[in-house]
């Protein structure tokens, strides 16, 4: 799934954030932000309601966080934003389980 990507990423980006290796915490925040662009842009706005407005605020929110964290170089900010991305994955992870056994 593309979100179990984003928190691989994120960590990664995390990790070269400590290590201090610039282009790897680039490379993975972006990487991560690319998943949740792509989850923005699949989402049907005009049909979708208030529900889809939430869940595109919150890909917005943690696709700013990422790109505060990426410009300031703050293993902080990808603290708040982990578990965030974790929680939108495991989610999903159960909606999909939901509906399957439907």
Do not use: C
């Amino acid at each position: 799934m593309l979100l179990d990507g984003a928190v691989k990423y994120s960590k990664l980006g995390r990790q070269a954030i400590i290590d201090n290796d610039i282009q790897k915490k680039h490379d993975n925040i972006i990487r991560t932000q690319d998943i949740f662009y792509e989850l923005m842009i699949s989402l049907d706005r005009n049909a979708g309601g208030e529900w889809v407005e939430n869940l595109y605020a919150v890909y917005e929110f943690i696709n700013h966080k990422l790109t505060e964290a990426n410009m300031k170089k703050d293993v902080k900010i990808m603290d708040e934003v982990i578990p965030l991305i974790e929680e939108v994955r495991d989610l999903w992870n159960e909606a999909y389980k939901l509906s399957v056994k439907k």
